[in-house]
């Protein structure tokens, strides 16, 4: 696979192409088919026109959200198979100029909105089902510096490495994970507590300098 282990997006337009809601189904789509797939694949099973699909394709590519594995010559024609990035998407603001972060966070909160009710519609519909493995809950509070939390976030996708790109097969059911970690914020700095909170704080309190991770799958 040609994927890097993660993508960092800085910039509004950045935020803008990825936030989209139509190009997330796009990217939610080549996630469901767990192999590279053509946009005539992907437009079929979304029951789009190709074109439309390949115009907002292109603009996920220009990001590096997703991008050609291989070509197939299919009855005289070059077919391109695309990969979309199955790693970290790591978020950053510090380059968005201050007047323009409250539209920044706005795309923000959109995206992840989207990607949090695509997988939670799923989990719903799973869990109303017949079968007894229909989805898992977890959601934790996480005591961590901000290496320890990059650490971490590595681990999991290493963790699940193996199982992104595997056929289906008997017995393998489709599972839907859907992860996200971010600290708080305290006096700007996020994950720096004030000396002084840091000396008076009792030790068991851990209300002040939580930091929140909390993942939602099937």
Do not use: C
């Not at 050609?68 to 199955?86: F, M, P, Q, R, W």
């Amino acid at each position: 696979m040609n994927n890097e282990s993660k993508k960092t997006l800085t910039t509004l337009e950045e935020i803008k192409i990825f936030s989209d809601p139509y190009r997330l189904r796009i990217m939610k789509t080549f996630v469901d088919f767990g192999r590279p797939a053509t946009v005539k694949e992907v437009a079929d099973r979304m029951g789009e026109v190709p074109a439309k699909v390949y115009y907002h394709v292109k603009k996920l590519e220009s990001i590096g959200l997703v991008s050609i594995d291989h070509t197939e010559v299919i009855n005289g024609i070059v077919a391109k198979y695309y990969l979309y990035h199955d790693g970290e998407i790591e978020i950053q603001s510090a380059e968005i100029e201050p007047e323009m972060r409250g539209v920044y966070w706005s795309n923000v909160n959109r995206m992840l909105a989207q990607q949090f009710d695509q997988v939670k519609e799923k989990f719903l519909r799973r869990t109303g089902g017949s079968s007894a493995e229909t989805g898992r809950f977890m959601q934790n509070a996480l005591h961590m510096t901000q290496e320890e939390a990059h650490n971490v976030f590595r681990q999991l996708n290493e963790l699940l490495e193996p199982y992104k790109h595997r056929e289906p097969g008997e017995n393998r059911l489709p599972y839907d994970i859907f992860i996200a970690m971010g600290a708080d914020k305290i006096n700007g700095e996020e994950g720096e507590l004030p000396k002084q909170a840091k000396t008076e704080r009792p030790k068991k309190s851990g209300k002040t300098d939580s930091k929140k991770g909390s993942r939602a799958d099937e």
